[in-house]
T-cell receptor
Framework: KAGVTQTPRYLIKTRGQQVTLSCSPISGHRSVSWYQQTPGQGLQFLFEYFSETQRNKGNFPGRFSGRQFSNSRSEMNVSTLELGDSALYLC????????????FGPGTRLLVL | GIQVEQSPPDLILQEGANSTLRCNFSDSVNNLQWFHQNPWGQLINLFYIPSGTKQNGRLSATTVATERYSLLYISSSQTTVSGVYFCAVSGSGGSNYKLTFGKGTLLTVNP
């Protein structure tokens, strides 16, 4: 089986722009979750989607949003980018949810100038 | 949400030495995983171990759920195991239903 894939792998944006990141889960997996990794805050949970529904959300402003499609692929969007949004964004997938083994993608490195 | 503490934050070893990494968590969990983050940032799953003991080559892990801690053992370390090791947990329901990571242990194995 192919692993979790994320696109793009690298991205440079300027303050005020918006960005959309994509995550394709392992075939058959219905749960997709997103994480932000920064040197200062470490790895932080953004949100989790299952069957196109958001089941939980971390402590991030409303500028961070996501969605999941019927094929389980997920996107996350960050609007009005700030310098502090520069980070590695990781997604993970599993069959049914966060109580199971999570398989992570390679991540998207976002740099906001 | 569940609090996760990892220790030590940094560990420097000579090749061939053994090491023990610890993960303490503040509430009951239904998922506990150990990851190794490679230099490119990808999280490699080492163990899914909400309770019990598992072994994989030179790596083994033990979780004592009743006492809310997990240990990752690395035996006969080689330079290739250098990197950051993370523990992550998730509970059931409410604010505990999210994968919470510790701050990691940076392991450096010198030749």
């Amino acid at each position: 089986k192919a692993g979790v894939t994320q696109t793009p792998r690298y991205l440079i944006k300027t303050r005020g722009q918006q960005v959309t990141l994509s995550c394709s889960p392992i075939s058959g997996h219905r749960s997709v979750s997103w994480y932000q990794q920064t040197p200062g805050q470490g790895l932080q949970f953004l949100f989790e989607y299952f069957s196109e529904t958001q089941r939980n959300k971390g402590n991030f402003p409303g500028r961070f949003s996501g969605r999941q499609f019927s094929n389980s692929r997920s996107e996350m969007n960050v609007s009005t980018l700030e310098l502090g949004d520069s980070a590695l964004y990781l997604c993970a997938s599993s069959l049914l949810g966060l109580g199971e083994t999570q398989y992570f993608g390679p991540g998207t490195r976002l740099l906001v100038l | 949400g569940i609090q996760v503490e990892q220790s030590p934050p940094d560990l420097i070893l000579q090749e061939g030495a053994n090491s023990t990494l610890r993960c303490n968590f503040s509430d009951s969990v239904n998922n506990l995983q150990w990851f190794h983050q490679n230099p490119w940032g990808q999280l490699i799953n080492l163990f899914y171990i909400p309770s019990g003991t598992k072994q994989n080559g030179r790596l083994s892990a033990t979780t004592v759920a009743t006492e809310r801690y997990s240990l990752l053992y690395i035996s006969s370390s080689q330079t290739t195991v250098s990197g950051v090791y993370f523990c992550a947990v998730s509970g059931s329901g409410g604010s505990n239903y999210k994968l919470t990571f510790g701050k990691g242990t940076l392991l450096t194995v010198n030749p």
